[in-house]
C-alpha cells in the first residue's frame, strides 16, 4: 500500500473507480461484520472507514436506532451518502469526516463499531483503535473484517490486526475465517468487557483450523 493507493485514500475519477469495486467485494464481507456484531434494540452502531456506505446500510437495517459513518475521503461520503439516500435512512445514518485517529464522539458513547478493509489503510492503527476503544461503552463490541490483496498476506495480515486489537485493550476472540475468492476473508471479534460476538457459520473456521500459526 502507497499513499496513493486509491484504496486507501480515495480521490478523483480513481477514487471514484475503486468505491464502485469496494461496493461490490465488500458487501459480503459488511454483511458477515454486521451480522457478527448482533446489534439491535437501538444501539448506535459506528462504522470506521465507511467507503461507499454499504454496511452503514446494512447495520441501519439489522436494527440500530443509530448508526454513524467516519470516512475522511470526500469522494467515499459522497458515495455513501447517495447509498444512503437510496435506502431511505438519511434521518438514521449520520456521516462525517473524520479518522479513526481522532473519533469525533464522546467516551463510552458507542454500542457497535464496525471496520470491514479498514485497520491496515488508517495512517496510525494503534491510534485509531485506542480511540476506538474509548468511544465504546463497557460491554460494547467491536468486529473487524479483512481480505488481503493476496493469499501470501493472510496469516500476516490476520495474526497482525488480531494482535493489533488485542494490544489495544479489547477482550479479542481467535480470528475466523471463511473462504472466499479471490482471497479468504478473516473476522475478528473483540469487546469491551464482556464477551465478544461471533459471526459463525458452519463454513467459518477458526484460525487454527485453518492452519494459521501465529
Ligand atoms: C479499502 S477502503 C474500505 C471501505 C469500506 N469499509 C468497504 O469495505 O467498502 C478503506 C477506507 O478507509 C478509509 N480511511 C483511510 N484512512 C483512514 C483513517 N485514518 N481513518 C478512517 N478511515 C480511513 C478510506 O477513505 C477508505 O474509504
Known sequence: MTMSDPFRLPRGPLGHLAGWLMARRSSALSEWGVDALQVGG????????AGPGVGLVLLGRAGAGRVI?????????????????????????????????????????????????????????????????????SGGRIVTVLQPQSADEFEREAALEHDR?????FDVLPPLVRPLRPVDACLIAGSVGAAAPRGSRASDRSRAEAGCTS
Open 42 to 49: 437501538g444501539e448506535t452502531a459506528l462504522e470506521i472507514g
Open 165 to 169: 486489537l488485542a494490544a489495544a485493550g
Open 69 to 137: 459513518g467516519i470516512d475522511p475521503s470526500a469522494v467515499m461520503l459522497a458515495q455513501a451518502r447517495r447509498r444512503i439516500a437510496a435506502s431511505g435512512m438519511d434521518g438514521r445514518i449520520d456521516l462525517r469526516e473524520g479518522v479513526a485517529e481522532r473519533l469525533p464522539l464522546p467516551d463510552g458513547s458507542v454500542d457497535a463499531i464496525l471496520a470491514v478493509n479498514s485497520v491496515p489503510y488508517w495512517d496510525d492503527p494503534a491510534r485509531g483503535l485506542a480511540e476506538a476503544r474509548r468511544v465504546l461503552r
